[in-house]
C-alpha cells in the first residue's frame, strides 16, 4: 500500500511539472509572438536621401520598423522650434522643471524638481547631453503632460509624411509603443533644416556649460566631411543610432543610420555613406519635389499643416482663405491674445481658425501627392477644386505638393521616399524684371528670396513692385523674374537676389511674412 501511495504521489508531482512546463512554454510562446507581431528588431536601416531634390540614394530596410531612441529628441526641438516662432516662447523663457522631469533616467542634466531652466540651454541640453530629463521639460511646458506632447509628436509627423512613426514620450526612453523608420527620420532630418534654418544651427553646437559643468556633444562626426548635426541616440532595444545630415561645395544630403552595436561602427558606416553620396548629391537651389510641407499645428497638441514657408505665394484672393490661417484651438486662441508681442502691441488683431481636435484627420488621402496637398492647404482630397491651365496659383500649387513622379505605373507607398520627376529647370538664366530681354545669372549657391509666381511676366514685376512698396530694403537687391514651364504653360517667378548669406536672406523674409507677404528663400 504505502508502494502504491508513493506511485502517486510521484505521478502527481511528474503531471504538475508537466503542467508547468506547459504553460510557461505557452507564456513564453505568446511573449515572442507579441515581439514578433510588433517587428522591430535590433538591426541595421539606413538611407541617404539629397536634401535638395528628395531622391533617395542610398537604402537599406529604410521602410521598416525601429525604436528611434533619443532620435525622438528632434522632433521635440522642432515642436519647441514652432512654439518660439510663434511667440509663444523666447529663448530667455523660463522652463518649470516638475517632479516627472526631474526623475527621468540618465542620460540628464540633473535638474531638480522645483527649478527653472532657460529655453535656449534647454535646446543645447538636448543637442548636445542629450538630456532625458530636459526633454520632459520642454513636452510638459509646451503641452501640460509629457503624453499629451507625444501625441502632437506624433500628429506632427502624421503632417509632414512621416506616415509609420508614433511618439510615446518626449526623450526617446524605452516605450515598446514608439517607433519610426529610416526614411521617416530622413524627412525630419530635412524638414527641420527647411523650416527652421535660423535655429538648425543649434545642432552645430560643439560643448554647453550649465553651472560649473560642461558637456561636449555626442556626435563625433561634427564637423567631418561637412557634417553640421544632427543627433545620435541609444538604447539597448535599438542600438546605435544617428541622424546626421553633410553639406559641403553647394551640396547637401542627410544620412540615417540605424540598429548599430556600437557607437564605433554607426559613425564608420555612416560617415562611409556620407563620403560616398555627397558628390552624387545636387549642386544648386532645392527642388520643388524636395519642399516638405510646413506643419503651422497647433490644437490640443495636434499639428494641421497649412501653406506656411512651403508655398510662396503673396497673390491671394481677396478674401484670403481661411485654411491658410494658423490653427488652434479656441483656449490656445484667448492664451495667445493674452500675450504681448514685442512686434505689436494689439495681439488680437492676429487671425486664427479655431477648430476642434475631432475636425482634423490624421492622414487624409491614399497617396504622397494628396497628403501633400493637404498638409499645403488644409483642404481634403475630396474637396480640391480643379485648376484650370490659366490659374497661376492653383498651377504653382501643384507644381511645389509633387512630391514625385505622376505617371500611373508609379505607387506612392506608405513610408517611401518617391524620387522626383525630371522637370523642365532654366539652369541660372532669368528674365531681368529691371530692363527688356535682359538676361540676368543667378551666382551659384547664393541665397534668393522668391516672393511668388504670376502667369505673366507683368504679374511677377507687380509682386516685385509691392513687394518693395512693403519693405523698402529690397531696393537695394537685384529684383529679377524667373521662368519656368508646367504643362506647357510658362509661368514667372519674382524673386531678390544679392543676400550675403542664408541669415541675410532668412531675415528679410521673415520681415516680409510680418507684414503679410509669403516668401520662401532657397539657394541658387
Given at each position: 500500500?504505502?508502494?502504491?501511495?508513493?506511485?502517486a504521489?510521484?505521478?502527481i508531482?511528474?503531471?504538475?511539472?508537466v503542467?508547468?512546463f506547459?504553460v510557461?512554454?505557452?507564456?513564453?510562446?505568446?511573449?515572442?509572438?507579441?515581439?514578433?507581431?510588433q517587428?522591430?528588431p535590433r538591426a541595421?536601416?539606413g538611407?541617404?536621401v539629397?536634401?535638395?531634390?528628395g531622391q533617395?540614394?542610398?537604402q537599406?530596410?529604410?521602410?521598416e520598423?525601429?525604436?528611434?531612441?533619443?532620435?525622438?529628441?528632434v522632433?521635440?526641438l522642432?515642436?519647441?522650434?514652432?512654439?518660439?516662432?510663434?511667440?509663444?516662447?523666447?529663448?530667455?523663457?523660463?522652463?518649470s522643471?516638475?517632479?516627472?522631469?526631474?526623475?527621468a533616467?540618465?542620460?540628464?542634466?540633473?535638474?531638480?524638481?522645483g527649478?527653472?531652466?532657460?529655453?535656449?540651454?534647454a535646446?543645447?541640453?538636448?543637442?548636445t547631453?542629450?538630456?532625458n530629463?530636459?526633454?520632459r521639460?520642454i513636452?510638459?511646458?509646451?503641452?501640460?503632460?509629457?503624453s499629451?506632447?507625444?501625441e502632437?509628436?506624433?500628429?506632427?509627423?502624421?503632417?509632414?509624411?512621416?506616415?509609420?512613426?508614433?511618439?510615446k514620450?518626449?526623450?526617446?526612453?524605452?516605450?515598446?509603443?514608439?517607433v519610426?523608420?529610416?526614411?521617416?527620420?530622413?524627412?525630419?532630418?530635412?524638414?527641420?533644416?527647411?523650416?527652421?534654418?535660423?535655429?538648425?544651427?543649434?545642432f552645430?553646437?560643439r560643448?554647453f556649460?550649465?553651472g560649473?559643468k560642461t558637456?561636449?556633444?555626442?556626435?563625433?562626426l561634427l564637423?567631418?566631411n561637412?557634417?553640421?548635426?544632427?543627433?545620435t541616440g541609444y538604447?539597448n532595444?535599438?542600438?546605435?543610432?544617428l541622424m546626421?545630415?553633410a553639406?559641403?561645395n553647394?551640396r547637401?544630403i542627410?544620412v540615417i543610420?540605424?540598429g548599430?552595436n556600437?557607437?564605433?561602427?554607426?559613425?564608420a558606416?555612416?560617415?562611409?555613406l556620407?563620403?560616398e553620396?555627397?558628390p552624387?548629391?545636387r549642386?544648386g537651389?532645392?527642388?520643388r519635389?524636395?519642399?516638405i510641407?510646413?506643419?503651422t499645428?497647433?490644437g490640443n497638441?495636434?499639428?494641421?499643416a497649412?501653406?506656411?514657408?512651403?508655398?510662396p505665394?503673396?497673390?491671394l484672393?481677396?478674401?484670403?482663405?481661411?485654411?491658410l490661417?494658423?490653427v488652434?484651438?479656441?483656449?490656445?486662441?484667448?492664451?495667445v491674445?493674452?500675450?504681448?508681442?514685442p512686434?505689436?502691441t494689439?495681439?488680437?488683431t492676429?487671425?486664427?481658425?479655431?477648430?476642434?481636435?475631432?475636425d482634423?484627420?490624421?492622414r487624409p488621402g491614399?497617396?504622397?501627392l494628396?497628403?501633400a496637398?493637404?498638409?499645403?492647404t488644409?483642404v481634403m482630397?475630396?474637396?480640391?477644386?480643379?485648376?484650370?491651365?490659366?490659374d497661376p496659383?492653383?498651377?504653382?500649387?501643384?507644381?511645389?505638393?509633387k512630391?514625385?513622379?505622376?505617371?500611373?505605373?508609379?505607387?506612392?507607398q506608405?513610408g517611401a521616399?518617391?524620387?522626383?520627376?525630371?522637370?523642365?529647370?532654366?539652369?541660372?538664366?532669368?528674365?531681368?524684371?529691371?530692363?527688356t530681354?535682359?538676361?540676368?545669372?543667378?551666382?551659384?549657391?547664393?541665397?534668393v528670396?522668391q516672393?511668388?509666381?504670376?502667369?505673366?511676366e507683368d504679374?511677377?514685376?507687380?509682386?516685385?513692385?509691392?513687394?518693395?512698396r512693403?519693405?523698402d530694403?529690397?531696393a537695394n537687391?537685384?529684383?529679377?523674374v524667373?521662368?519656368f514651364?508646367?504643362?506647357g504653360?510658362t509661368y514667372?517667378?519674382?524673386r531678390?537676389a544679392g543676400?550675403?548669406d542664408r541669415?541675410q536672406?532668412?531675415?528679410?523674409?521673415?520681415?516680409?511674412?510680418?507684414a503679410?507677404?509669403?516668401?520662401?528663400?532657397?539657394?541658387?
Amino acid at each position: 500500500m504505502p508502494t502504491l501511495l508513493r506511485i502517486a504521489s510521484a505521478r502527481i508531482l511528474f503531471a504538475r511539472f508537466v503542467l508547468a512546463f506547459f504553460v510557461a512554454a505557452t507564456t513564453a510562446a505568446a511573449i515572442t509572438a507579441s515581439a514578433s507581431a510588433q517587428n522591430v528588431p535590433r538591426a541595421y536601416a539606413g538611407i541617404a536621401v539629397d536634401a535638395k531634390t528628395g531622391q533617395v540614394l542610398y537604402q537599406d530596410s529604410a521602410n521598416e520598423l525601429r525604436y528611434p531612441a533619443s532620435l525622438t529628441k528632434v522632433m521635440t526641438l522642432y515642436i519647441l522650434f514652432q512654439e518660439l516662432e510663434a511667440g509663444r516662447l523666447r529663448l530667455d523663457s523660463k522652463l518649470s522643471v516638475s517632479a516627472h522631469a526631474a526623475a527621468a533616467v540618465p542620460t540628464k542634466l540633473y535638474v531638480r524638481s522645483g527649478s527653472t531652466i532657460k529655453v535656449e540651454d534647454a535646446i543645447k541640453a538636448l543637442v548636445t547631453l542629450s538630456a532625458n530629463d530636459v526633454a520632459r521639460v520642454i513636452g510638459e511646458n509646451i503641452s501640460g503632460t509629457e503624453s499629451k506632447f507625444a501625441e502632437r509628436m506624433t500628429q506632427t509627423a502624421r503632417a509632414l509624411g512621416m506616415s509609420r512613426t508614433t511618439y510615446k514620450n518626449a526623450s526617446g526612453l524605452p516605450d515598446s509603443g514608439q517607433v519610426t523608420t529610416a526614411a521617416d527620420q530622413a524627412t525630419l532630418a530635412r524638414a527641420i533644416y527647411l523650416h527652421f534654418p535660423h535655429y538648425y544651427d543649434y545642432f552645430q553646437t560643439r560643448s554647453f556649460t550649465y553651472g560649473s559643468k560642461t558637456y561636449g556633444n555626442h556626435n563625433a562626426l561634427l564637423g567631418q566631411n561637412g557634417v553640421d548635426g544632427i543627433k545620435t541616440g541609444y538604447i539597448n532595444a535599438s542600438g546605435y543610432n544617428l541622424m546626421t545630415a553633410a553639406r559641403a561645395n553647394n551640396r547637401h544630403i542627410v544620412v540615417i543610420g540605424l540598429g548599430f552595436n556600437t557607437g564605433a561602427s554607426r559613425n564608420a558606416r555612416v560617415a562611409e555613406l556620407v563620403r560616398e553620396y555627397l558628390p552624387d548629391a545636387r549642386q544648386g537651389d532645392y527642388w520643388r519635389e524636395a519642399m516638405i510641407p510646413r506643419p503651422t499645428l497647433l490644437g490640443n497638441g495636434i499639428a494641421v499643416a497649412s501653406a506656411g514657408a512651403a508655398v510662396p505665394l503673396n497673390r491671394l484672393p481677396p478674401a484670403r482663405p481661411v485654411s491658410l490661417l494658423p490653427v488652434i484651438t479656441e483656449e490656445q486662441a484667448m492664451q495667445v491674445a493674452a500675450l504681448s508681442s514685442p512686434e505689436s502691441t494689439e495681439p488680437e488683431t492676429i487671425p486664427f481658425q479655431v477648430v476642434s481636435a475631432e475636425d482634423i484627420p490624421s492622414r487624409p488621402g491614399e497617396s504622397a501627392l494628396d497628403q501633400a496637398t493637404y498638409v499645403a492647404t488644409g483642404v481634403m482630397p475630396s474637396e480640391q477644386p480643379v485648376y484650370p491651365a490659366n490659374d497661376p496659383i492653383g498651377a504653382w500649387i501643384a507644381e511645389t505638393m509633387k512630391l514625385g513622379p505622376t505617371s500611373s505605373d508609379v505607387t506612392a507607398q506608405p513610408g517611401a521616399l518617391v524620387p522626383p520627376a525630371p522637370i523642365a529647370r532654366p539652369e541660372g538664366l532669368a528674365v531681368d524684371a529691371m530692363s527688356t530681354n535682359a538676361a540676368a545669372t543667378v551666382p551659384a549657391g547664393g541665397w534668393v528670396v522668391q516672393v511668388g509666381a504670376a502667369d505673366s511676366e507683368d504679374g511677377a514685376n507687380q509682386m516685385i513692385s509691392e513687394a518693395t512698396r512693403t519693405y523698402d530694403q529690397l531696393a537695394n537687391l537685384r529684383s529679377y523674374v524667373e521662368t519656368f514651364e508646367r504643362n506647357g504653360v510658362t509661368y514667372y517667378r519674382a524673386r531678390f537676389a544679392g543676400f550675403a548669406d542664408r541669415t541675410q536672406a532668412r531675415t528679410t523674409c521673415d520681415a516680409l511674412a510680418a507684414a503679410s507677404i509669403n516668401c520662401l528663400t532657397v539657394q541658387g
